[in-house]
Protein backbone atom coordinates (compact mmCIF):
# COMPACT_ATOMS: atom_id res chain seq x y z
CA UNK A 1 0.00 0.00 0.00
CA UNK A 2 3.01 2.20 0.58
CA UNK A 3 4.63 1.96 -3.06
CA UNK A 4 1.05 3.83 -4.98
CA UNK A 5 1.83 7.36 -2.22
CA UNK A 6 5.62 7.01 -3.37
CA UNK A 7 5.14 7.15 -6.59
CA UNK A 8 2.54 9.94 -5.89
CA UNK A 9 4.71 11.62 -3.80
CA UNK A 10 7.66 11.29 -6.95
CA UNK A 11 5.06 12.61 -9.54
CA UNK A 12 4.36 15.48 -6.89
CA UNK A 13 7.94 16.71 -6.83
CA UNK A 14 8.32 16.17 -10.53
CA UNK A 15 5.34 18.64 -11.53
CA UNK A 16 5.66 20.54 -8.32
CA UNK A 17 2.50 20.01 -7.29
CA UNK A 18 1.85 20.58 -3.37
CA UNK A 19 -1.28 18.35 -2.87
CA UNK A 20 0.83 14.71 -3.83
CA UNK A 21 3.67 15.74 -1.92
CA UNK A 22 1.42 16.68 1.70
CA UNK A 23 -0.01 13.21 0.80
CA UNK A 24 3.54 11.61 1.17
CA UNK A 25 4.24 13.35 4.27
CA UNK A 26 1.45 12.47 6.16
CA UNK A 27 2.12 8.89 4.64
CA UNK A 28 5.52 9.64 6.22
CA UNK A 29 4.42 10.96 9.66
CA UNK A 30 1.98 7.69 9.85
CA UNK A 31 4.79 5.19 9.01
CA UNK A 32 7.40 7.14 11.45
CA UNK A 33 4.22 6.70 14.12
CA UNK A 34 4.08 3.05 13.64
CA UNK A 35 7.65 2.83 13.62
CA UNK A 36 7.51 4.46 17.08
CA UNK A 37 5.10 2.40 18.50
CA UNK A 38 7.26 -0.62 17.26
CA UNK A 39 10.05 1.00 19.14
CA UNK A 40 8.54 1.35 22.40
CA UNK A 41 6.80 -1.71 22.48
CA UNK A 42 10.02 -3.54 21.41
CA UNK A 43 12.06 -1.50 24.36
CA UNK A 44 9.25 -2.41 26.88
CA UNK A 45 7.41 -5.95 25.91
CA UNK A 46 11.43 -7.93 24.71
CA UNK A 47 14.18 -8.12 26.71
CA UNK A 48 17.89 -8.51 24.37
CA UNK A 49 19.25 -10.19 27.88
CA UNK A 50 16.09 -13.07 27.83
CA UNK A 51 16.31 -14.19 24.64
CA UNK A 52 19.82 -14.97 24.33
CA UNK A 53 21.77 -18.44 25.68
CA UNK A 54 25.19 -16.60 25.76
CA UNK A 55 23.92 -14.22 28.67
CA UNK A 56 23.43 -17.15 31.20
CA UNK A 57 27.04 -17.12 31.43
CA UNK A 58 29.15 -14.69 33.79
CA UNK A 59 29.37 -11.01 32.91
CA UNK A 60 25.90 -11.16 31.63
CA UNK A 61 24.93 -8.02 33.09
CA UNK A 62 26.96 -6.12 31.55
CA UNK A 63 26.23 -7.52 28.10
CA UNK A 64 22.67 -7.28 28.69
CA UNK A 65 23.03 -3.99 29.53
CA UNK A 66 25.88 -2.98 26.72
CA UNK A 67 22.67 -4.56 24.27
CA UNK A 68 20.20 -2.64 25.85
CA UNK A 69 22.18 1.08 25.01
CA UNK A 70 23.05 -0.36 21.46
CA UNK A 71 19.04 -0.92 20.86
CA UNK A 72 18.27 2.12 22.25
CA UNK A 73 20.81 4.36 20.87
CA UNK A 74 20.49 2.87 17.37
CA UNK A 75 16.96 2.69 17.10
CA UNK A 76 16.38 6.71 18.68
CA UNK A 77 18.94 7.13 15.64
CA UNK A 78 17.02 6.27 13.13
CA UNK A 79 13.81 7.52 14.47
CA UNK A 80 15.68 10.56 14.32
CA UNK A 81 16.67 10.60 11.03
CA UNK A 82 13.11 9.92 10.20
CA UNK A 83 11.25 12.88 11.88
CA UNK A 84 14.24 15.15 9.86
CA UNK A 85 13.60 13.62 6.57
CA UNK A 86 9.34 14.42 7.51
CA UNK A 87 10.33 17.58 8.25
CA UNK A 88 12.06 18.19 4.87
CA UNK A 89 8.89 16.47 2.68
CA UNK A 90 6.64 19.31 4.80
CA UNK A 91 9.38 21.85 3.88
CA UNK A 92 9.20 21.04 0.41
CA UNK A 93 5.52 20.81 0.61
CA UNK A 94 5.06 24.40 1.97
CA UNK A 95 8.14 25.95 -0.59
CA UNK A 96 5.94 24.66 -2.92
CA UNK A 97 2.60 26.28 -1.21
CA UNK A 98 4.46 29.48 -1.67
CA UNK A 99 4.86 29.17 -5.17
CA UNK A 100 8.62 28.33 -5.11
CA UNK A 101 10.55 24.74 -5.32
CA UNK A 102 13.46 25.98 -8.16
CA UNK A 103 15.37 22.45 -9.11
CA UNK A 104 19.03 21.94 -9.72
CA UNK A 105 18.63 22.87 -13.28
CA UNK A 106 18.27 26.56 -12.33
CA UNK A 107 21.87 26.19 -10.93
CA UNK A 108 23.00 24.36 -13.99
CA UNK A 109 21.67 27.71 -16.12
CA UNK A 110 23.17 30.06 -13.48
CA UNK A 111 26.29 28.44 -14.02
CA UNK A 112 27.04 29.30 -17.92
CA UNK A 113 26.67 32.65 -17.41
CA UNK A 114 30.42 33.55 -17.93
CA UNK A 115 31.97 34.54 -14.60
CA UNK A 116 33.29 37.70 -14.11
CA UNK A 117 36.81 38.79 -13.04
CA UNK A 118 37.01 39.95 -9.36
CA UNK A 119 39.98 42.45 -9.82
CA UNK A 120 38.48 45.57 -11.26
CA UNK A 121 34.90 44.58 -11.53
CA UNK A 122 32.73 47.23 -9.47
CA UNK A 123 34.82 48.40 -7.40
CA UNK A 124 33.85 51.59 -5.59
CA UNK A 125 36.56 54.09 -5.67
CA UNK A 126 36.91 56.81 -3.01
CA UNK A 127 37.74 60.27 -3.75
CA UNK A 128 39.76 63.05 -2.06
CA UNK A 129 36.06 64.71 -2.02
CA UNK A 130 33.91 61.83 -0.37
CA UNK A 131 36.93 60.71 1.99
CA UNK A 132 37.19 64.13 3.24
CA UNK A 133 33.02 64.84 3.97
CA UNK A 134 33.13 62.01 6.50
CA UNK A 135 36.50 62.54 7.73
CA UNK A 136 38.78 59.48 6.67
CA UNK A 137 41.55 61.10 4.97
CA UNK A 138 43.24 64.10 6.29
CA UNK A 139 44.99 66.77 3.62
CA UNK A 140 48.15 65.50 3.61
CA UNK A 141 50.63 62.78 5.34
CA UNK A 142 52.29 65.56 7.50
CA UNK A 143 49.85 68.28 7.76
CA UNK A 144 47.06 65.85 9.12
CA UNK A 145 45.14 66.00 12.43
CA UNK A 146 47.09 64.86 15.66
CA UNK A 147 45.56 62.24 17.94
CA UNK A 148 43.16 63.21 20.77
CA UNK A 149 44.31 66.92 19.34
CA UNK A 150 47.85 65.82 21.10
CA UNK A 151 51.39 66.55 19.76
CA UNK A 152 52.72 63.83 21.33
CA UNK A 153 51.53 60.09 21.43
CA UNK A 154 53.35 57.85 24.05
CA UNK A 155 54.33 54.52 23.11
CA UNK A 156 56.15 52.80 26.19
CA UNK A 157 53.81 50.93 28.28
CA UNK A 158 53.34 51.60 31.31
CA UNK A 159 52.60 55.41 30.23
CA UNK A 160 55.56 57.51 32.14
CA UNK A 161 53.26 59.16 33.93
CA UNK A 162 51.18 56.95 35.60
CA UNK A 163 54.94 54.72 36.47
CA UNK A 164 55.72 54.35 40.07
CA UNK A 165 59.11 56.11 39.54
CA UNK A 166 57.73 58.50 37.83
CA UNK A 167 56.64 59.81 41.46
CA UNK A 168 60.04 59.92 42.73
CA UNK A 169 61.13 62.06 39.81
CA UNK A 170 59.23 65.06 40.23
Not at 23 to 32: A, M, N, P, Q
Request: net charge neutral.
Amino acid sequence: AGIPVILIGLWGVRTKNEVPVRLYGYYFVLSFAVDLIVFIGDLSLYSPCGNSPTMAKAGSSFACGASRIANITSSGLLLGISLYCTFIVFSYAEELSLGGGNDLSDLAAAGMHKKQSLVGANVMITTVDNAEMYGTMTKGISGGMPIFGAGYHETNFPPDHFSPAAKYKR
